[in-house]
T-cell receptor
Framework: DGGITQSPKYLFRKEGQNVTLSCEQN?????MYWYRQDPGQGLRLIYY???????QKGDIAEGYSVSREKKESFPLTVTSAQKNPTAFYLC??????????????FGPGTRLTVL | KNQVEQSPQSLIILEGKNCTLQ??????????LRWYKQDTGRGPVSLTI?????NTKSNGRYTATLDADTKQSSLHITASQLSDSASYIC???????????FGGGTRLMVKP
């Protein structure tokens, strides 16, 4: 069953805690992305990775960190430095960043709530 | 700054009726435009993708149009079904950094 998975589906965090959101894909895609979605707003790019052991900041990287040690995995850590972390987080993957027509496939999302 | 604006923000229609969603963009240089459907609490799923040279593309009851001159796109849904209730997101890719700009979405509710 190929695809992109995210866990957990729901996550609650106390203020001041770091949490890590999981994203795994078995599509053999080189590129992976993390987005944040807030009500009524377009998705905003947090971080992206074009290849293993390499990643770049997106538009709203402050307060977040990532790693890309394996092609299949791109975990996102929401640190205590992120001032407003409550949101819906979406992970996506794409076969590569070259080729304009390559489609991004999205995971089911993780809803993070800070208590 | 690249921007994608969608209208209306929300829409309620009766089952069986047609509707049209609008998308205006200022992304440059343009690569392609995509429409995604996002069910509540789920990830977006691609409906159509159009390049500069394409002005219409269909996927079942969904038909997307693109006017690259006026930088406008529309998504027409025919004979709506209850399962069409979702958010529809317009996404434009630029040809420079290969990055995506997302619209805020139109939330469609189909009522019986």
């Amino acid at each position: 069953d190929g695809g992109i998975t995210q866990s957990p589906k729901y996550l609650f965090r106390k203020e001041g805690q770091n949490v890590t959101l999981s994203c795994e894909q078995n599509l053999n895609h080189d590129a992976m992305y993390w987005y944040r979605q807030d009500p009524g707003q377009g998705l905003r790019l947090i971080y992206y990775s074009q290849i293993v052991n390499d990643f770049q900041k997106g538009d709203i990287a402050e307060g977040y960190s990532v790693s890309r040690e394996k092609k299949e995995s791109f975990p996102l850590t929401v640190t205590s430095a992120q001032k407003n972390p409550t949101a819906f987080y979406l992970c996506a993957s794409q076969i590569s960043t070259s080729g304009g027509g390559n489609e991004q496939f999205f995971g089911p999302g993780t809803r993070l709530t800070v208590l | 700054k690249n921007q994608v604006e969608q209208s209306p923000q929300s829409l309620i229609i009766l089952e069986g009726k047609n509707c049209t969603l609008q998308c205006n963009y200022t992304v440059s240089p343009f690569s392609n435009l995509r429409w995604y459907k996002q069910d509540t609490g789920r990830g977006p799923v691609s409906l159509t993708i159009m390049t500069f040279s394409e002005n219409t593309k269909s996927n079942g009851r969904y038909t997307a149009t693109l006017d690259a001159d006026t930088k406008q796109s529309s998504l027409h849904i025919t004979a709506s079904q209850l399962s069409d209730s979702a958010s529809y997101i317009c996404v434009v890719k630029d040809n420079a950094g290969n990055m995506l700009t997302f619209g805020g979405g139109t939330r469609l509710m189909v009522k019986p």
